[in-house]
């Protein structure tokens, strides 16, 4: 306080308090699979949201939607994982965990290769009826649908058919499953009145009679010649959205119901298909069916921009309109994700858009709005300030969070309100108020903030009503692809230039924004250290306090690799320090504070690093992958100079606290989903993560006790050197 240290530093046990959570989280974007959860309808106005959490579980959240919003009726966990399924064929994005709704009052999860699990959903509650083990050697189950006591999945070739029995037991009719001889299966959908199962499969779509007691009866495929990704009909119209091979995107087909059953296959009705030309590149991705609409989302790519957007169409007996009114879902001038074709969903009024999970509701005969609530978004970037206000900010949104019971913390307000056009690159304040722009972003695969070719566009953040963050306008940056790094009120950037030097720049950043394209304060060129040809990554720390960076080069020499590492000043004063890590396959992080650095090679090997004149040496290092329980560590959460917190990514979740001193470990802190950012509020240890926050005792080094007892800064004394 006012640059005294008072009072007595508090170390507590380790340990988790309470844990709070939120639905419809967001992926990661960047050169990744898009789907991230589950999004399923059981009723008109309620919906089934499942979030793949990174610890052994799924987080299922019921949620009633209406003009007003999103309101979560119930949540509750399940030991179900939730894994990816990427077609080798087709290089189309699905989950392998799924919902089959039977009604108003049930639905069935299915888990492939672990089980499926039948939940209530009386008085808005989730309630486990039944369970029924699968087994672990078996297909993945791709699809299913159902209704009242019958339902269907299908893994391969073959379509399963199942039956609530007494008891709510779960029972596989095993006399009824049925071999696809035209191709495999890829989604199922039943007819309006129940008697007919559609199944999208690689060879056409295949109708089955399930109306009979005696077993399920296969007709024909129709269009036999293409493969079909996802099909949806109501009583008048059947919309299928086709397959191609090798990752590109085919069309969206409408055909009436009346003309399939013909001798010959029937003309589309309407198709939506992709277009390119000199400045667009369009594919549809999805698409949701209604009684009377059509929503159909678009991938666009227009120079730099990529886009999703959703169209709605209107249905009759006639055809399907043109585009009545667009909705733009979101738009960024960076690489996003990969696109897939997506399972859209949409009942009533309502509609849920993969692959964010972003709620609309259709109004009048053409426009659409947004639809969010308290618990809607990803919670993965902890926001804390001095004046114990807690915020947790995703790609789309903020959340207030109240810490006053740590064993029950609560989301006050928020929801996933910023626009689409939003971009990755974030700025906001500092959270000590000081009003200095920082970036607010958190990496995705690479080990550092990564600006894309060319000039990037970065949106800033400003405290707004209630205390949520709100878009305040964007500036640009030009001179990437470069790596990011940021102190309170600079922006710096290491970008690649002739024969492997890199060039350093220093931002001054604005207090507000208003669309300006920044000038480097300074900049200077390192020379390089090894051929470029074999250089194949870049990492950037730096500390604003004592205006130090750190910048580590990769490079492969043969069939081994090394990394680079120069610490130095950016105002020029004292030496460049150089070292060398040997054996390094990739960095996984790097951080800089005090005297001190911080380096993660490989999610195992943790280095502390320190100056001797002109070299870096190594302090401590720890291999992680000898410890008595092995782990791997996949960021750097927080590094002060005596505590490292990294993120544990195998072979549970979490986050791990270690001592820089000595690389002794503190503490270890289980959490239910990837720890993505952490923070400090008073004495409570908060821990970000997509689909959730848990609250934690912070742990402290006794050296880093001892300093501060003794008033003692990060840094060592000017005139002592000690």
């Given at each position: ?7 007595v ?13 939120s ?5 990661a ?32 959240s ?7 919003g ?6 509750r ?9 990427f ?72 379509v ?18 049925l ?53 949806q ?6 919309v ?55 929503l ?7 120079g ?26 979101r ?78 913390p ?37 080990s ?46 290491a ?18 924004c ?19 040809e ?115 990514s ?33 004495e ?10 848990t ?14 007892a ?13």
């Amino acid at each position: 306080m006012s640059g005294v240290c008072k009072g007595v530093p508090v170390s507590l046990p380790a340990e988790t308090y309470g844990t709070v959570w939120s639905y419809g989280a967001a992926p990661a974007e960047g050169p990744n699979l898009p789907l991230e959860g589950l999004a399923e309808f059981v009723s008109n106005d309620r919906i089934l949201f499942g979030e793949r959490l990174g610890g052994n579980g799924l987080s299922l959240s019921l949620v009633r939607v209406d003009d007003r919003g999103l309101k979560r009726l119930d949540q509750r966990t399940l030991d179900i994982d939730v894994e990816h399924y990427f077609g080798s064929w087709d290089w189309s994005d699905g989950l392998l965990t799924f919902l089959v709704p039977l009604g108003p009052d049930r639905v069935v999860v299915v888990g492939t290769r672990q089980r499926l699990e039948l939940l209530g959903l009386d008085g808005d509650h989730l309630t486990s009826l039944s369970q029924h083990a699968l087994d672990p050697r078996s297909d993945s189950i791709v699809g299913g649908a159902g209704r009242g006591d019958r339902f269907w999945t299908c893994a391969g070739s073959w379509v399963s058919e199942w039956r609530v029995a007494a008891g709510e037991a779960l029972v596989e009719e095993t006399a009824h499953a049925l071999q696809l001889v035209e191709g495999s299966c890829r989604s199922l959908t039943l007819s309006p009145d129940g008697t007919v199962l559609w199944a999208a499969t690689s060879h056409g779509l295949v109708p089955i009679d399930v109306s009979s007691p005696a077993g399920p009866v296969a007709g024909p495929a129709l269009f036999p010649t293409q493969a079909f990704f996802n099909v949806q009909l109501n009583d008048t119209y059947l919309v299928a959205q086709e397959l191609l091979r090798y990752g590109d995107l085919g069309s969206v087909h409408v055909f009436r119901m009346a003309e399939l059953g013909g001798a010959e296959e029937p003309a589309p009705v309407k198709s939506f298909s992709p277009e390119e030309g000199a400045d667009l590149w369009e594919r549809p991705v999805g698409f949701a069916l209604f009684e009377d609409d059509l929503l159909v989302e678009w991938f666009r790519l227009n120079g730099a921009t990529r886009s999703y957007v959703v169209d709605r169409h209107g249905l009759s007996p006639a055809g399907v309109s043109s585009a009545r009114g667009s909705l733009l879902v979101r738009e960024s001038d960076e690489i996003g994700l990969l696109p897939s074709p997506l399972r859209l969903v949409g009942r009533g009024q309502h509609a849920v858009l993969h692959p964010w999970r972003r709620v609309v509701t259709l109004e009048g005969t053409a426009a659409m709005a947004f639809r969010t609530g308290l618990h809607h978004g990803s919670l993965e970037r902890i926001w804390a300030g001095e004046d114990g206000a807690v915020l947790a900010v995703g790609p789309f949104g903020a959340h207030g969070v109240d810490l006053g019971d740590p064993m029950a913390p609560v989301l006050t307000a928020g929801g996933m309100v910023f626009p689409p056009d939003t971009q990755r690159l974030r700025l906001a304040p500092a959270p000590s108020g000081s009003g200095a722009l920082e970036l607010l972003t958190l990496p995705t695969s690479e080990s550092y903030v990564h600006q894309e070719d060319g000039t990037a566009v970065l949106s800033c953040l400003r405290p707004g009503e209630g205390g949520l963050l709100e878009p305040s306008g964007q500036l640009r940056v030009d001179g990437g692809p470069a790596a990011l790094a940021s102190a309170p009120g600079q922006l710096f950037q290491a970008a690649l230039v002739d024969e492997g030097a890199t060039r350093l720049r220093r931002f001054a950043l604005p207090k507000s924004c208003a669309g300006e394209l920044l000038r480097p304060a300074s900049e200077q060129v390192i020379a390089p250290d090894g051929p470029s040809e074999q250089l194949i990554g870049q990492t950037l720390a730096v500390d604003g306090e004592r205006s130090e960076v750190l910048l580590g080069k990769t490079y492969y020499e043969g069939s081994t690799s090394r990394s680079s590492l120069a610490w130095f000043s950016w105002t020029g004063a004292g030496p460049m320090a150089i070292g060398t890590l040997s054996g390094t396959t990739e960095l996984t992080a790097m951080a800089l504070a005090g005297d001190r650095a911080l380096a993660v090679e490989n999610g195992r090997n943790v280095y502390v690093l320190r100056r001797d004149g002109e070299n870096i040496v190594v302090h401590v290092h720890v291999d992680l992958s000898q410890a008595s329980s092995p782990i791997e560590v996949s960021r750097i959460l927080s590094f002060d100079g005596s505590v490292a917190w990294l993120a544990i990514s195998s072979p549970f979740v979490g986050a791990l606290a270690l001592e820089a001193d000595d690389g002794a470990e503190l503490a270890r802190y289980p959490t239910p989903s990837p720890v993505r950012s952490v923070a400090l509020a008073g004495e409570r240890l908060v821990l970000g993560m997509n689909e959730a926050i848990t609250i934690a005792a912070p742990v402290c080094a006794a050296s880093q006790t001892a300093r501060r007892a003794a008033g003692l800064s990060r840094g060592p004394d000017p005139e002592t050197g000690q």
